[in-house]
């Protein structure tokens, strides 16, 4: 379902359309000073207003596939770093080698090396005087996780008895694996940006405070006022349409 942002794009520009069709029916009649407010300009700005949507309504799709893949892309990776993390504890090495390739793992998978306290028990440490509270230490972030996985193949690297047969554990494999997702990521990054510059332009022509097409429309009509009076016919067609400021 659309955002009522979305819709309110459209709705202005449809009553814009409408504003124009009165217009053109004033015939010579309406002949504004105001060059901004002229009918040809009129014409312009609801073109311009549709051109700056249908971008971002393009661009839309773009931005969710990207989000889409990578999100596929990302999902094996938690039970495949906890296999390379067995893959370390099952070969002859320093306890605190696998200590560290759990530390990675953990980032990696957003777990905790203590657990989260309870309700109950954060009562009972505060009725004892210890205020504590629980801290978020996830780092779950796509950003946070490349980064610590780079970071855990750089480990593994160093490690030299980590020679797995299996080829998904290789750090060949891993390091591709790394490559493709920070592709998949950066994706995401560029359309979300792609995305957000359109979205700008769009508000900029939708609903800048003076050059605007809300405002335009709003001139449009304080001049049919001025022109034909508030109890006319003629700008009763025209009062009705509404135009409202919309961001997203």
Same mark, same amino acid.
């Given at each position: 379902?659309?955002?009522?942002?979305?819709?309110?794009?459209?709705?202005?520009?449809? /009553?814009?359309?409408? #504003?124009?069709?009165?217009?053109?029916?004033?015939?010579?009649?309406?002949? *504004?000073? /105001?060059?901004?407010?002229?009918?040809?300009?009129?014409?312009?700005?609801?073109?311009?207003?549709? /051109?700056?949507?249908?971008?971002?309504?393009?661009?839309?799709?773009?931005?969710?596939?990207?989000?889409?893949?990578?999100?596929?892309?990302?999902?094996?990776?938690?039970?495949? @770093?906890?296999?390379?993390?067995?893959?370390?504890?099952?070969?002859?090495?320093?306890?605190?080698?696998?200590?560290?390739?759990?530390?990675?793992?953990?980032? @990696?998978?957003?777990?905790?090396?203590?657990?989260?306290?309870?309700?109950?028990?954060?009562? @009972?440490?505060?009725?004892?005087?210890?205020?504590?509270?629980?801290?978020?230490?996830?780092?779950?972030?796509?950003?946070?996780?490349?980064?610590?996985?780079?970071? #855990?193949?750089?480990?593994?690297?160093?490690? *030299?008895?980590?020679? *797995?047969?299996?080829?998904?554990?290789?750090?060949?494999?891993?390091?591709? #694996?790394?490559?493709?997702?920070?592709?998949?990521?950066?994706?995401?990054? /560029?359309?979300?940006?792609?995305?957000?510059?359109?979205?700008?332009?769009?508000?900029?022509?939708?609903?800048?405070?003076?050059?605007?097409?809300?405002?335009?429309?709003?001139?449009?009509?304080?001049?049919?006022?001025?022109?034909?009076?508030?109890?006319?016919?003629?700008?009763?067609?025209?009062?009705?349409?509404?135009?409202?400021?919309?961001?997203?």
């Amino acid at each position: 379902m659309a955002s009522k942002s979305e819709t309110g794009h459209a709705k202005n520009v449809a /009553n814009f359309d409408e #504003l124009i069709s009165f217009v053109t029916g004033y015939g010579a009649a309406y002949n *504004p000073s /105001n060059a901004a407010i002229k009918l040809a300009a009129l014409k312009t700005a609801v073109t311009n207003a549709k /051109n700056a949507i249908n971008v971002v309504d393009g661009m839309v799709p773009a931005y969710k596939n990207a989000v889409a893949e990578r999100k596929v892309a990302f999902e094996p990776l938690s039970k495949l @770093i906890t296999r390379v993390l067995n893959a370390v504890i099952a070969i002859d090495t320093a306890p605190q080698v696998v200590e560290n390739v759990r530390f990675f793992t953990r980032k @990696i998978q957003g777990k905790r090396a203590v657990a989260k306290k309870t309700d109950e028990e954060l009562q @009972i440490l505060a009725m004892q005087g210890k205020e504590t509270r629980n801290i978020s230490v996830s780092q779950m972030s796509y950003d946070s996780r490349l980064d610590n996985l780079n970071k #855990l193949i750089k480990f593994l690297a160093t490690i *030299p008895q980590y020679k *797995p047969n299996e080829a998904d554990l290789k750090l060949a494999s891993l390091t591709s #694996l790394c490559n493709t997702l920070q592709i998949k990521n950066a994706a995401v990054l /560029n359309t979300r940006i792609l995305l957000s510059n359109a979205r700008i332009a769009r508000n900029n022509t939708l609903y800048h405070k003076t050059t605007g097409l809300v405002s335009t429309a709003n001139e449009t009509k304080a001049y049919a006022k001025s022109l034909f009076g508030v109890t006319t016919p003629q700008y009763r067609q025209i009062s009705k349409l509404q135009f409202r400021a919309y961001r997203m």
